[in-house]
């Protein structure tokens, strides 16, 4: 009977979700918004959270003294108000003040002032915190969860991936268990009944991508159902109810990487159909595409990644088509299909790059994430244009997959009645949190002061010229003693830095997604320093770079400087370099951190090219830094890049409107 009531009760908050309509706010509504988010942060200002924080530490001296029953009771006692929604900002403090202390009885880590000010503002107020790297967001996450488990029955903690999922839900078990509530994490290898379980616990950790398509999945299962009630006959039948119990909480590990960068990308449920039939056509649109020429016939957008047939290209085209007729193949007679045929043939040969977009495994196409670096190796890219990338490498076409259910993940975080989230780079996204999400961002100060040394950029004319650069200020901070993270953009210029520190003798450790398995040990040992046997750490790493790791510097590292960030050429948002950067001088360690670029970088020929050709003219020699239209030309390249992915999101957002408004079902 019991379980029964589980499978109910699991249906019934699921189809609570599904009656959310989360809309952005336009025009006027978008201002009055603001100003409400704007309201509602005035009570919860960083001055008052910080005084909350500390009234809560004065409760600390007597909450220590303890005994081990006295604290399980004042826990039931606590809890059992929260439940009953008779909390306050006493009983808050209260609260707190007990899960700090769970915290360092089971953990051994006592959280500082900071974190309980980080605490009290992505909980009870669901806040965006920023807290830098190094600063503590697990521990932070972890006395904050139960009480917002306790006040809305169920927490979805997500983070980047499974391994991170897995760690952190075992290594928080033992605060969530003292404080009366059961964890699990969901893992991709679990079936449903193993997800089934996870779901029904009061604090759930997983990745974006897992809880979203078991969310669809249930969409799926659940169709056009609109009530429990009517729904009690699927579930006497089935014997099973929906995997997610509806929507209520959740707080985002890394949240400007899944609420913002990540926010983009839709995911989609799809099954394959039974033969690909078009796998020849792709392969002679691939064919014809090689024919044309850049410039005579067609144009290529890199930025929005679009190419446009000029006048002669389409005369060029018809005369091929004519010749392909007698193949038999009708679709060469539907001049404007096949052009667009060819369209996506020239896309995915001039702006999808091997080692960058994608790469071959097992004779497979498989994505790579431009913002992490991880493969995505169960997404595709729609309209034809996976079958296009596959058909210019040569590998086997797929067949082209049928959509049963869609959702972008702005569209599934703001289904959230509560969300709040952590990360290290939050203040550059104020704007668009609180635009989308409704979410203000609260900066919590580091615990203590940030000593890392920020080094002059390096620009120089040249590629070749700047990779020269970087392994010879790699071999002088080595031949120092200093552990090193060399951070690239793409898998690719990861593959060609290890190859050129092997030419110079250079002992290094890469990390990207070809080398992925011991992600977490290898961030984790690349604070070295030099010690007996033992040379300083070099560590070249795509911008997944561990996150959610800390990189714990040895005293000899400690001795010679700390650790020392590269980045070998700028991100499309200031962001991702932030993240990567406050790998350094995490607590108050030593380190310092430099940039270098060219104007050959991906960044500048994308979206400065006025500017790049301005440059060329009013400097001389290979390195160029210092030269104020220099540093102008790349901050003025990196704000377009951000506003161009701004505006994709946006086109994302307003998609996600039409969709809900004309297709409700979808």
Same mark, same amino acid.
């Given at each position: ?13 699921a ?11 336009k ?21 008052w ?87 503590g ?24 991936n ?7 839900a075992?290594?928080?078990?033992p ?14 290898e ?5 997800r ?13 991508k897992q809880?979203? !398509?078991?969310?669809? &999945?249930?969409?799926? $299962?659940? *169709? /056009?159902l609109?009530?429990?009630?009517? #729904? @009690? ?7 099973s ?71 002669r ?31 996506? !043939?020239?896309?995915? &040969?001039?702006?999808? $790059?091997? *080692? /960058? ?5 097992? #004779? @497979? ?5 431009e ?11 729609e ?45 550059d ?42 392994v ?6 080595h ?7 060399? *951070?690239?953009?793409?898998?690719a ?60 510097l ?60 301005l440059?060329l ?36 957002l ?6 809900e ?6």
């Amino acid at each position: 009977m019991s379980q029964a009531l589980t499978k109910y009760h699991a249906l019934h908050e699921a189809v609570r979700s599904r009656r959310r309509k989360p809309e952005v706010p336009k025009g006027l509504d978008s201002l009055a918004t603001k100003a409400v988010v704007k309201a509602k942060n005035l009570r919860a200002r960083p001055a008052w959270l910080m005084a909350q924080a500390r009234l809560s530490d004065e409760l600390s001296p007597t909450i220590r003294g303890l005994a081990e029953a006295a604290l399980d009771e004042q826990i039931r006692e606590v809890r059992d108000r929260f439940v009953r929604g008779r909390e306050d900002d006493a009983l808050v403090r209260r609260a707190l003040a007990l899960t700090r202390e769970v915290a360092r009885r089971a953990t051994g880590e006592e959280p500082f002032l900071v974190q309980l000010k980080g605490a009290l503002a992505a909980l009870y107020h669901g806040r965006i915190i920023e807290m830098l790297t190094g600063e503590g967001k697990t521990l932070t996450g972890s006395i904050a969860a139960p009480l917002i488990a306790w006040k809305h029955k169920h927490l979805h903690v997500l983070t980047v991936n499974d391994y991170l999922a897995a760690r952190d839900a075992e290594s928080r078990r033992p605060i969530y268990e003292r404080c009366l509530l059961t964890v699990g994490a969901i893992q991709q290898e679990m079936d449903s009944a193993a997800r089934f379980d996870i779901y029904a616990k009061h604090v759930i950790y997983g990745t974006p991508k897992q809880v979203t !398509a078991d969310y669809l &999945r249930d969409q799926i $299962r659940m *169709g /056009q159902l609109l009530s429990a009630w009517a #729904g @009690r006959q699927q579930l006497n039948q089935t014997g099973s109810g929906p995997l997610v119990p509806g929507l209520q909480a959740c707080m985002v590990d890394e949240a400007d990487a899944v609420l913002i960068d990540e926010g983009v990308v839709p995911l989609i449920i799809a099954r394959s159909r039974q033969e690909d039939e078009m796998s020849e056509v792709y392969r002679t649109a691939s064919a014809l595409a090689s024919k044309l020429d850049e410039g005579p016939d067609f144009k290529i957008d890199h930025v929005k990644r679009k190419a446009e047939l000029k006048r002669r290209g389409e005369h060029r085209l018809e005369q091929m088509f004519d010749d392909l007729v007698s193949t038999g193949e009708p679709i060469w007679r539907a001049t404007r299909r096949a052009e667009e045929l060819v369209r996506q !043939a020239l896309i995915a &040969r001039y702006c999808y $790059r091997h *080692g /960058q977009h994608y790469h071959i495994v097992d #004779g @497979r196409v498989v994505i790579v994430d431009e913002y992490t670096g991880r493969f995505l190796p169960d997404r595709s890219w729609e309209h034809g244009l996976h079958q296009s990338v596959e058909a210019k490498e040569d590998v086997t076409v797929t067949a082209d997959r049928e959509t049963l259910a869609r959702m972008s993940f702005q569209r599934f975080f703001r289904s959230y009645p509560f969300l709040c989230g952590m990360t290290g780079t939050a203040a550059d996204a104020t704007s668009e949190m609180e635009k989308v999400y409704a979410r203000p961002v609260v900066v919590v100060e580091t615990n203590r002061p940030l000593i890392r040394v920020q080094m002059p950029m390096r620009a120089f004319r040249t590629s070749e010229a700047k990779w020269n650069a970087i392994v010879d200020s790699i071999a002088e901070l080595h031949a120092a003693g200093r552990p090193m993270l060399v *951070g690239t953009r793409s898998i690719a210029a990861s593959e060609f830095l290890a190859e050129r520190l092997s030419n110079r003798g250079l002992p290094h450790t890469v990390l990207n997604a070809l080398h992925d398995q011991e992600e977490a040990g290898l961030i984790a040992e690349a604070g070295h320093g030099r010690g007996p046997g033992r040379e300083p750490s070099i560590t070249v790493a795509t911008n997944m770079a561990g996150r959610g790791t800390d990189i714990l510097l040895d005293d000899a590292a400690r001795e010679a400087g700390g650790l020392h960030v590269i980045l070998t050429e700028l991100h499309g948002a200031k962001r991702v370099d932030r993240q990567f950067i406050g790998r350094a001088g995490r607590q108050g360690d030593p380190g310092s951190a430099q940039t270098f670029v060219s104007l050959e970088d991906e960044l500048v020929l994308q979206h400065a090219k006025e500017l790049r050709a301005l440059a060329l003219r009013l400097t001389k020699g290979e390195e160029i830094g210092g030269v104020p239209v220099v540093n102008r030309l790349f901050r003025e390249a990196q704000r377009r890049s951000e506003a161009h992915a701004r505006r994709g999101r946006e086109a994302v957002l307003r998609q996600d409107d039409w969709m809900e408004k004309y297709l409700p079902g979808a």
